[in-house]
């Protein structure tokens, strides 16, 4: 299995880490080589999680607006 890279655009350096928070919500895995490259990817990054946060927020109202 090859080595995982940084998501960081321009690093390309092998990931030792991985975005806790994805791993919190359950998300697809994002990977980094370090905390610099994670905090320099977090403005774009974190958006992935708004999202995602977004989405299963709409799908719990909508399955609660079901049992009404």
């Known amino acids: ?6 998501w960081t655009p321009g690093c ?3 990931a030792t880490m991985q975005c ?3 791993k919190q919500m359950d998300l697809d895995p994002s990977f980094f080589c370090s905390q610099d490259c994670f905090k320099a990817s977090w403005p774009v990054h974190k958006l992935c999680h708004v999202s995602n946060n977004n989405k ?3 799908k719990i109202n909508h399955l609660n607006s079901q049992d009404h």
């Open 1 to 6: 299995e090859g080595e995982v890279k940084c």
């Open 12 to 14: 390309g350096k092998k």
């Open 20 to 22: 806790p928070v994805c």
């Open 56 to 58: 299963l927020k709409r």
